[in-house]
């Protein structure tokens, strides 16, 4: 998650909304870092995890992602629940909830693939005082 929070960071200094995450591979590898470039790209698509996703696939040369697991500063939204789902990642670790936007806000299950974990609440509080210094800032 630190590596998720440092993706998170470097998002906040370049003016995106501040969420990082990171693909690690069975080994403990980091195969895939991304954050959010939904300014610079002017794509709503360019979540932190999209980033990850696809960065890792690349890494691997393939796309699923099972046996790895992907951190992510603050929970997905459903479009990135769809695409972690569709890349069988193994295990998700959120940090903080995402009340407005998240997954669980639309749906009553767990969205990802049927064998992955999902494990909440990992450095949450370093995860929210990131998002709310950044939105707090920028009023």
């Not at 980091?30 to 959010?36: L, S």
């Not at 690349?58 to 790895?68: M, Q, S, V």
């Not at 009340?99 to 990992?122: A, L, N």
Request: charged residues 20%; hydrophobic residues 40%.
């Amino acid at each position: 998650m630190l590596a998720a929070l440092a993706q998170g960071r470097q998002a906040a200094e370049e003016g995106e909304i501040p969420i990082g995450a990171v693909v690690v591979d069975a080994d403990g590898r980091i195969i895939g870092r991304g954050h959010n470039l939904t300014e610079r790209l002017a794509d709503v698509t360019a979540h932190a995890e999209m980033q990850a996703i696809t960065a890792a696939a690349e890494t691997i040369g393939g796309k699923y992602l099972r046996g790895c697991t992907l951190y992510v500063t603050v929970e997905p939204c459903l479009m990135c629940a769809g695409a972690i789902a569709w890349a069988q990642v193994s295990r998700v670790v959120i940090g903080c909830a995402d009340e407005k936007r998240g997954y669980s806000t639309f749906c009553s299950r767990q969205p990802f693939h049927p064998r992955s974990t999902v494990t909440y609440g990992v450095m949450a509080d370093e995860c929210r005082r990131l998002m709310q210094s950044f939105f707090h800032d920028k009023r």
